[in-house]
Structures are given as C-alpha cells and as structure tokens.
C-alpha cells in the first residue's frame, strides 16, 4: 500500500500560517474586539430589505442568521425590551412602523447607544426621502446604502453629524444629476 | 466583470453602481478583487473626495486580505496627509480599521501612529469620531505605543461633558452633547488602568462625576432619544469605573444611581441596570452595595414579563450571593424554577446547585436543596448535579445519616423524578444501614421501596438499582432471599439488555457462590473522592462560554471525558466521580480491578465466578510489535493492546524536539504524527496533526495526553476533542493549551487508540513539551555574568555533566542548538573563544528562575563539559539532562 503524504512540514505555505497562528495565538486571547457585527433591516412580514455585515461570513451562514434573527425578534411582545442575547452576540432591535431595525454587537459593547445609531439612520432616511416608508427603501435601497455607508463605516459610527451626511450625500447627487443631463444627449446618439 | 468596467468609468453615476455593486455583492474572496484593487487605486490618487469617498468605502466594505495587501500601506498616508479633507479622513480612519481587523500584520506601525493620536484634539468632531474608533482597537493591541492617547481623550472629554447643549451645534444630539464620541473615548479609557498622573486623574474623576450629576438632573426633553444618548454615556462611564475599580465612592454612587434604574418604567432600562449591577458586584468596594437591592431584584424575578430581564436578574443574584443571602437567594431561585421559563431552568439549576454547594454552612441544607431541585426540576438536573451529591455525601460522614433518611422519606411519593430514583438507589445502597434501625424504614421496606419504583426507570437507572440491590445483600443479610428472588426472575435474567442481564446474571452468582467476606470487600463502602473544582461549576463555565450553546454532543463528548479525566470508563476504584453509567462496582468494565483481591485463592474464585457467565475480556494479541505492520490482519476481530505503561521507544525523536519546535513526531506505516508549537512565558500551544497514511478510515479515534500524577500539578494541558473518525488520507488536527505552572521533570503522554480495519490499535509517545520550552533568552554583558555565575556557587545550584559527542563537532550547529534551546547565547563572556556561554530565564506561573549555561568542548577527546547553575536544583539537574542529549 503506497499513499502519497501531503506536504505539511516546512513549505513555504507553512511559515505563512506558522506566523498567522502565532499572531492569532498571542493577540487573540487579550483582544475583545468591540464593533458592530452586522445590520438588518426587514418587515412585519419577515422580508429583508436591507443588509450590511461587517464581519466577513459566507453567504450559507449569512442565510441562517438573518431566518433564526427574523423569527426570533418578530416573536417578540410590542412591550419587551429592546436587547436580547443571541448566540454570543447582543442583538439591538427597534421598529419603526412597518420596518425592524436590527443590530448585532458585541457582548461589551453599549445597547443603548446603538439604539441611537438605529434612530440616527431613520431621522437620515427620514430627512433624504421626507417622512420614508418602506417602499422608498425597497425602491432606492440604493440610496439606504449610501447614506448607510456615511454615517457608518465598517461597523463603527463615521459622521454623527445629520447635516454632514447629508451634505454629503447631495453633493452626489448633484454630481449625478450634472453627468444624466449629458447622458441625454448620448443616449439619443446610440438610439 | 460589467462592475469592474464601471468602476474604471469617469462617471459618477456609473462609478457608483459599480462600487455599489462590488460592496454588496462580491464577497472577500471572490476572485475579481484583484481588477477591483486597480481601479480603486486609481480613484484614491484621484484627490476628488468624492472618488476617494467611494473608493476608500468599498475597501470597508469587502476588507478581504488582498485588500489590505493592496492598501494597507497607501492609506495610512492618506489618514494623516496635511491637505486630506475631513470626509475623507474619517473614511480612511475606518477603513484602516477595517483592514487592521482582518489583517493586522500587514497594516504597518510607523510614524503615523503618533499623528493619528493627535486626531483627538482634531477641531472637526466627525474626525475625532472616526479617529477615537481607529486608535481604540490599535490601542488594545499596543497599549505602549498609543499611551498619550489617555490624556488627550481625558482632555477632550472633558470639553464634551462641560460644554452647554447647544456649543457642538449638530453634534449634539436632542440636548446631549456628542453622546457616541463620548462613549467612544470612554470606551478607550477602558484600555488603560487609571491614569497616573494626578492632574490627568482629577479631571478624569471630575468628568465621570460630572456625567453621574447630569444623571440627576430633570431630563431637557421628554424624547426617549434623550434619555437614551444620556443613559448611553452614563452606562459607558459605569462601566469605566467598574474597569478603574479603585475609586470606591465612584463606585457606590454608580451602585445607586443603577439601584434607581432598576424600578425605572422602562424595561430597557431595568434590563441594563442588572446587567450592569452583575459586574458591580464582584467589586470589593461595591459588593455591600449591590446587596442591598436584593428585595427589588427578587421582585423583578417575579414580576418582569420579559424572559431575558429575568434571566438578567438570575444572573444577578447569582452574583451578589454571599455567605449572608445564599439562604434566601437559593430560596427564592427555587421559587422562581416552578414557574421559571423551559429555556432557562438548566441554567437556573446548575447556579442553585453550586450556590448550594458553595455557601452551605449546613450540609444538610445542602442535601435538602438539592432534593428539591430534582423534585421541582428533574429534568433539567443534569447528571453533574447528581453526581456532586453524591460525591459530597460519601466525602462528608456528618451528613450521611440525613441524607439516607431524606431520599428515604423523598422516595415515599408516589410520582418522583428519575434522578431521585438514582440518587435514591445510589444512597441507600452506600448508607441504607444507618437508617434501618427504625421499624419504618427496615431494610425490607427500603428494598420494596425502591423496587416499586424499579419497573418505571430507564436501563442505566435499573442497572444502578441492581448494583444497589447487591449492595444490599451485603448490608441486610435478611434480605438475601428475597433479592436473589428478584435477580432470579426472568425479567431479570433474561432481560434484553445486555447489560441489564449481565449485571443480573454476576450479581446472582456472586451472591450465592462468594462468602460473606468476600462479599463484604467486594462490596465495601465507596471510598472517599478526591476534592477537586466542582464538575457543575466546569459545566456553568463551559455553558456560558461561547460556541457551546449550539452543539450538545459535543459538550456531552466533553462532559464524559472531564468526569474520567480520560476517556476511559472508570472503575469505582479509580473514579474521581461516579463514571457515567454510574457502576457502582466498576464489574462491567474489569472484573479483576477489585480495590484489595482477598487473597489469591479468594481472587482466583472471583475470576472463576465471572469467568463461566461472562467472557468479557477478549484475548490479547500475540505481539505487539506487529500491530502496526499487519494489514493481513484487519479483517480479523482482534484486540492487541500494549500494556499501557510502556511508551513507544520514540525517545530519539523525542530528543530531537528539545531544540526545535515543529516536525514528525512519530510514524509508522499507519500514522504520522506532526507537531507545531509555541510558547511564550509561561504559555504554549501545540498543534497536533495526525496523519491517516492508509486509504481506510480511523473509527474511535480517540488520542489523550496524559499527565502523570508527578507532572499534574506542574503543567496544565488542555486539550479540544477531535473527530473520531480519520479518512483515508487524511489529517486531523488537535490542539493543546499548555501553562506550565512549576518546574518538572518528565514529559507528558499522548496516547492514542483507534480502529483501524478490525484491529485496535494502541499507541503511546512522549510528547516534547519540556522544561526549555519556557525559557526566555537574557543578553548580559561578561561582568554581570560572572557576578551572577559567583552568586549561584552554592553546590546545589551547579550541575555538571561530562559527555561524549555523539554529533560531529561543528561550532555553529552547537551554536545554533544552543539557541534553540532557548536560552541567549553570549558571545566573548569567556575568556576561552571556544566555549559557549548561555543565559536565559524559565517561566513559569509561579516564579521565575534564573539559568546560565556553559559548555566546553575539547576536541581531541570528542568530549564536552557542560555546567549549569540555577536558582533551583531541580531545574538544573533537568536542563542538563536534556541538553547533554543534543550534542
């Protein structure tokens, strides 16, 4: 019987992962990383309408958190309190009319504050749209992102400010409304 | 693709779709990242903030390695480039966060770390915002480096909570001043112990007082926004309090402003207050505080309508239970259990026993609270408790009697809980003498007693019970009759449990044929257990850890194994706990371990008795030699066991780790075993990697490292369970923590069985962890050498040891063993050039001990001389003993 061995010792990969294990070795254990993990906005119905995770994960294990998290909040009493514990996580949630607004973070991290977070992002949306609904997300979710993406940034608060981020987000549309006008006349071109 | 083409577009509108696309889309290790880098790398030297903006947040978003590979260097740069604009600042602050999460060795230290500091006194808030996050996590890290962060945030804080509600214009938010930057840089505090210097120190209590008056103070808004952005703050500069821990008036304000939370009508409010409160409490200065709201949080128990604010408050008397409330605590826990919500009632058990356990003053309050909870929660007792019982039962004569006499009177009603039965039946069998003095509970009752409950049990339970009923036979020789009646029926004997029967069939000839001598050693009472950590505080442990919640099996895989401390079923001799089938005898797993054989010709009786009806123990292989090498023989049923004490003859390969840490450990035709370590300190990790070198799998694979009773106390090992199935060429991987906490001498075991075809395979090898493994290199100039050399001239403290090469004399291998070693090898402290000097220090968790090394070679005769002196006999003797093996 003659099997070939796979190379393990003393490649080139090996050193690789020999630095990488003693990184995740002596930093790992000390460290208690704070941030937020992910963000999930979905209906009464249990339809998602807008994701952002901070944490990389496969789209599989992505999938089974946002059906386990749908149905464990919309389980939940009206009067509850806004936290719960989930696996090892802290989960934040908040709803506004029709929508809940999710949160995960770490289990230092503060519940409270990131309730805020939540409100922060509605007053945005609420303020770009004009009194938003659901259907302005479904519609330019687009735009959910990009307001999502100034105000928070790999999961930590970037611009709490709502006149800055909104200014923002208005100097690109300008932009974009400055670049469809040429877009006219290059369209009626190809046509 | 079609994305990629438009991120290289001019056009805004196109150039964020495509971003847009890639950000929600592409995944970390798609294999497009690569065309993306490029076209992100144009935008970044673009200088439009708005390009720079777009690109700067999809390497936020995707944060894959190649992205950090990529941009780690770039961005920095950018962070602290005296011409960026704020926005983009604040994108690349984060995004540099992102990147150092996923990566960090490839985000570089360097002189930009002291720039970004100073982004705390940035006059753009939004900055600061960004910035604090950035230098928070890198603080964690490299706490030295990032230390005048601690002043700079005390500083800015302080600015925040003195402002007026109306300075920081948008930044304040409904009438709280920048509340998420406050929490951000009271979150940094956290990373640092209080501040030393005094000024820095006063403004920081002053801040904190400051932030626990505004607390007081009627709201400025009836929104719950406003009360949440300042309860946010004040929950985060609670939490840095209960981090400083030092300041005790501090503490006890922040104790009673929560006490006042916890009636608040808000349930989110209440909820972080016992949470909060959970950490106050195991503070010194505050524990008496925290006591004092027991009455509320026992109300809460009752009253909240909300599972998880509940659960909060068990966790909250848990942690304020002491000697003086554990009676009213584990009283009102155990109220609360009857109605306690399915998902919580393990938890809320295992905390009532250990509570228990742990402040009984009276054991027989003890045994009564655990009755209890095996009556009020049965189901959710697991077997730990009941083990515990039972260990602290036989440990603790006072409380014997009691307890007999209470399972006694527990058993009498009609319905009770499998797991009474089993303590019941465990209990009377060891101590049912001490009460069958009284005409109620005569042994005759006490047998009919529990028999009645016999039929209704499951098998483990009913072959607990015949091990009880054969103890009885020896304690009530009265009954013997009515016993052998019942082992004798056929329900018994020929039951269709195997093990049921067995138990029956040896019980019945040991009771007939063995006199009663024999019977009594055979039956003794269990002797005392070992006093070691509590096997249900492990388990809480473990629950509460994470990762544990979702797999049973696996914390059930874990929970037999801790009991036996090895996977073996254990014999009651050597049983630390009851093993899990709970034998009282230990006869199903080895006839012949009985504690004391009476004499041989009682011993060989003994044997003789099992030996006609049970034919246990199958023949042992012919040679051990040729485990390994028969492949002839898998298809043939046979068990070949080396005799557990000799380990395999691998002591060459053995020494060959002392100097190095990772290679082939051990390799025959079936298996390679490889290893990789680390240590740091007084730490290590070592890797295991088993190979599987044949095409057919491993069954029950199931490799234990194996401490002698010498080396325990000296090195902890952990290790993770690892799959007992191997495939064909295959590998495993098993990991083992390691903490040396003194010095020792011998090398721990890693013994390995499985299947392989039919054949039980056995193997046993050293494992290289070593006393060197903890040495810490120490340079040292020759003067201070030789003074400390002289200061270890005691005769005790030198070693030496005169040798002869068994390796070419080569001055850099020597050299570089020396290093390996571990100790730091000292060029020109001897006079001589050509012997070698060393000096280092071994770690471990309890001291330090100080080591200088010297060889001598002489090359004429092909010898060395090599002498050692440290602070500790013993570690010299071992040192030298396994540095003399290398040359």
Known sequence: ?191 | MEAVNLLSSNRYTEKQIGYLFISVLVNSNSELIRLINNAIKNDLASRNPTFMGLALHCIANVGSREMAEAFAGEIPKILVAGDTMDSVKQSAALCLLRLYRTSPDLVPMGDWTSRVVHLLNDQHLGVVTAATSLITTLAQKNPEEFKTSVSLAVSRLSRIVTSASTDLQDYTYYFVPAPWLSVKLLRLLQCYPPPEDPAVRGRLTECLETILNKAQEPPKSKKVQHSNAKNAVLFEAISLIIHHDSEPNLLVRACNQLGQFLQHRETNLRYLALESMCTLASSEFSHEAVKTHIETVINALKTERDVSVRQRAVDLLYAMCDRSNAQQIVAEMLNYLETADYSIREEIVLKVAILAEKYAVDYTWYVDTILNLIRIAGDYVSEEVWYRVIQIVINRDDVQGYAAKTVFEALQAPACHENLVKVGGYILGEFGNLIAGDPRSSPLIQFNLLHSKFHLCSVPTRALLLSTYIKFVNLFPEIKTTIQDVLRSDSQLKNADVELQQRAVEYLRLSTIASTDILATVLEEMPPFPERESSILAKLKKKKGPGTVTDLEEIKRERSSDMNGSAEPACATDGSTPSPSADLLGLSAAPVTNPAPPSSTNGSLLVDVFSDTAPAVAPLAPGSDDNFASPDLASSEVVSEEPADTVHDADELFHKFVCKNNGVLFENQLLQIGLKSEFRQNLGRMFIFYGNKTSTQFLNFTPTVICSDDLQPSLNLQTKPVDPTVDGGAQVQQVVNIECVSDFMEAPVLNIQFRYGGTFQNLSVKLPITLNKFFQPTEMSSQDFFQRWKQLSNPKQEVQNIFKAKHPMDAEITKAKIIGFGSALLEEVDPNPANFVGAGIIHTKTTQIGCLLRLEPNLQAQMYRLTLRTSKEAVSQRLCELLSEQF
Not at chain 1, 44 to 73: A, N
Not at chain 1, 79 to 100: H, N
């Open chain 1, 1 to 191: 019987m003659s099997v070939l061995l796979p190379i393990w010792f003393f490649s080139e990969r090996d050193l690789f992962e020999t630095q990488r294990l003693r990184l995740m070795l002596f930093f790992f254990p000390l460290l208690s990383i704070q941030q937020m993990q992910f963000m999930l906005l979905f209906s009464r119905q249990g339809k998602l309408r807008l994701q952002k995770w901070y944490v990389p994960l496969s789209d599989k294990e992505k999938k089974k958190i946002t059906r386990e998290l749908v149905q464990t909040v919309l389980a939940r009493k009206p009067k509850m309190c806004s936290f719960l514990e989930w696996r090892d996580l802290k989960i934040v949630y908040k709803r506004y009319a029709s929508l809940y607004f999710c949160c995960a973070i770490e289990d230092q991290d503060n519940e409270l504050i990131t309730l805020e977070i939540i409100h922060r992002y509605v007053e945005l949306l609420d303020k770009y749209f004009g009194s938003v609904c659901e259907l302005d997300i479904i519609f330019n979710f687009e735009k959910a992102y990009f307001i999502l993406d100034e105000f928070l940034l790999g999961g930590e608060v970037q611009e709490t400010s709502k006149k800055n981020v909104l200014k923002a987000i208005e100097q690109a549309d300008l932009l974009q409304e400055s670049q469809n006008e040429d877009w006219g006349g290059l369209s009626e071109d190809i046509l």
